[in-house]
């Protein structure tokens, strides 16, 4: 059960849980200043992980941003950021359209919103920027399901439990790690015009990347680059459905479709969970937090905190302000927040274009990925006519 689903809100927003050895962070303000202060809140949780698990997680941390603190996460970083500025993400809008047509293109009265246009869509676009075969998708996804179907359940306690189940994710993500692998290998051989080349030939600080630091850097770029992403397309289509007064608003006046895409981000935050190790004594929320604790920042749920959000567990595309975090903040920003933004908007258009009457079928109701760390639609169906 995923609380922020149902709307209660805990009374404490900072909370020690002895079951699980973990502190969980739920409300908006101290989410804000874990993510400000990357000194004391450290993104290299592994350390603090018990070692059978942290050994498991071993083969993906070199060049993997997302656990990086500065200044390594700064050089790292750099190399790629601009590949994904508004500007230059802004000149892909007419190839995501075309792809997002050609998509719709393939569909009858009925569509399922995941296959047919949520996980395409930003997976061929990611793929297309690293420079992989598009038509891989089908392996991507194969491998990346068996990770989110697994449904970790963290905890500090529970070691034999918590490793067995990292041993399956890490299991399907070394197989991504692998293909990209041989495509690095094969860049290097032959340079092309794509981000695994420019990986391959970056140099941070005078030397050259290593193999690993290129494939997981690919890696953390290909997962992060369209699962969330297939999970704000198909949320926000989901949110409007249920919400036909919203749904109503946005098909009146497109100039509401940015708004919806926001709103969707703070009521269903994709990437639900972020942690973070902190270095030293810090309060928190009225609470003192000893260093080396594994704090787990619901981003989900900040997004839902009354004490920010007017009416939180309201959908509306009209809030006066949106200031809503599930893109992270602070140097972790997400780096694809333009362009998770753009696809959002481009699809959500097209898709009120086409089919003005689009529905959710009433016989056949979403199902939603089990990883609590992940708010996401996995299946939803559409009736069109
Ligand atoms: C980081 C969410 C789409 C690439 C993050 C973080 C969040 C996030 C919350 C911060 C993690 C932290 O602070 O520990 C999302 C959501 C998306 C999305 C909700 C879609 C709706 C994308 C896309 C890409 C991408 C399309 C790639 C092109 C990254 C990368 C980082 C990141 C590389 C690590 C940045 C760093 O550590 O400096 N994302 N993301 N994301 N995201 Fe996204």
Redesign the pocket.
Known sequence: AQFWLRGDHPEQPVKFDPATGLWNVYGYPEAHQI?SDPKTFS?DTQRLLPEKVAKNFEAFSEGN??N?DPPE?GHL?KLVSHA?TPKVVADLEPRIAELAGELLDGVGDRMEMVTDLAYPL?VIV?AE?LGVPASDRGLFREWVDAMLNNNVQFTLTDTDEMEKQTAVAVEQVGKLTEYLREHAAERRRKPREDLLTKLVEAEVEGSRLSENQVVNFAN??LI???I??T??LGNTVLCLDTNPEQYAKVRADRSLVPAAIEES?RYF???AL??RATTEEVELGGQTVPADQLMMLW?AAANRDPRQFTDPDTYDVTRPANPQI???R????????P??RL??RVALNLLLDRFPHLRSDPDDGPTFVPSPSMTAVRRLPLLLT
């Open positions: 993510l993104s941003l997302v990086m996460h970083r994904f930003p990611i920027l953390v770029l992060a680059g369209h969330t992403t999970a704000l981000l935050s994709p990437f972020v942690s981003l599930a893109f992270g602070g140097i972790h920003f997400c780096l694809g927040a362009l998770a696809e959002g």
